[in-house]
């Protein structure tokens, strides 16, 4: 129930193209769901993050759509480039004991945008 | 600092010693975390410390992990007795506040041999 499933592992797209990466999650308690970048050797980056109360975020190229019936959410780059190419997190976040705000993680999605 | 501080940023240690892991991170910020980072695969939290509230150790994998926090600032994170299967990236975070906008380090890569 605390899980994250991200999918698909690894993605490869046309330089241009839409690159699209799902999470699902099963505990309804979560209440806050960002995406992550990771280039190698660097940690983590917050890209974007969205609460339950709203269907869909929009920042630049990057997109969060959020289905909170099927407790599904996905990120879409548009138009996507070469300098995208990096690991995508996605987590949501639960308060846990002593008020932590600790993050679930799924995975990771490997992107690769061809040129 | 301008940003969260790890060091060093690479560890290889003979099985069986101690290690420890240095994490300063943004002034101001009171919420820290330690996450793991083991190849192919997520994230996984560690320890969370909240000012001077007690820490959430509940993601500690074993007793020969531990963490403190001097000061309401930098933090060690210490491995007793390694063990090959504790190689992996270790991150640090930082927050403001709350879950919005954790701040990672670059990581301290260890390895076991």
């Known amino acids: 129930q605390q899980q994250v499933k991200q999918s698909p592992q690894s993605l490869i797209v046309q330089k241009g193209g839409i690159s699209i990466i799902n999470c699902a999650y099963e505990n309804t308690a979560f209440d806050y769901f960002p995406w992550y970048q990771q280039f190698p050797g660097k940690g983590p980056a917050l890209l974007i993050a969205?609460?339950?109360?709203?269907s869909e975020k929009k920042e630049g190229r990057f997109t969060i759509s959020f289905n909170k019936s099927a407790k599904q959410f996905s990120l879409h780059i548009m138009d996507s480039q070469p300098g995208d190419s990096a690991t995508y997190f996605c987590a949501a976040s639960m308060v846990g004991g002593s008020g932590t705000y600790k993050y679930i993680f799924g995975t990771g999605t490997r992107l690769k945008v061809l040129a | 600092g301008a940003g969260v501080s790890q060091s060093p940023s690479n560890k290889v240690t003979e099985k069986g010693k101690d290690v420890e892991l240095r994490c300063d991170p943004i002034?101001?910020?009171?919420?820290l975390y330690w996450y793991r980072q083991s190849l192919g695969q997520g994230l996984e939290f560690l320890i969370y410390?909240?000012?001077?509230?007690?820490?959430?150790k509940s993601g500690l994998p074993s007793d020969r992990f531990s963490a403190e926090r001097t000061g309401g600032s930098v933090s060690t994170l210490t491995i007793q007795r390694t063990q090959q299967e504790d190689s992996a990236v270790y991150l640090c975070?930082?927050?403001?506040?709350?879950?919005?906008?954790?701040?990672f380090g670059s990581g301290t890569r260890l390895t076991v041999v």
């Open positions: 975070a930082s927050s403001l506040f709350g879950p919005y906008g954790y701040t």
């Open positions: 410390f909240q000012g001077n509230s007690a820490p959430d």
């Open positions: 002034s101001g910020h009171t919420a």
């Open positions: 969205i609460r339950p109360d709203v």
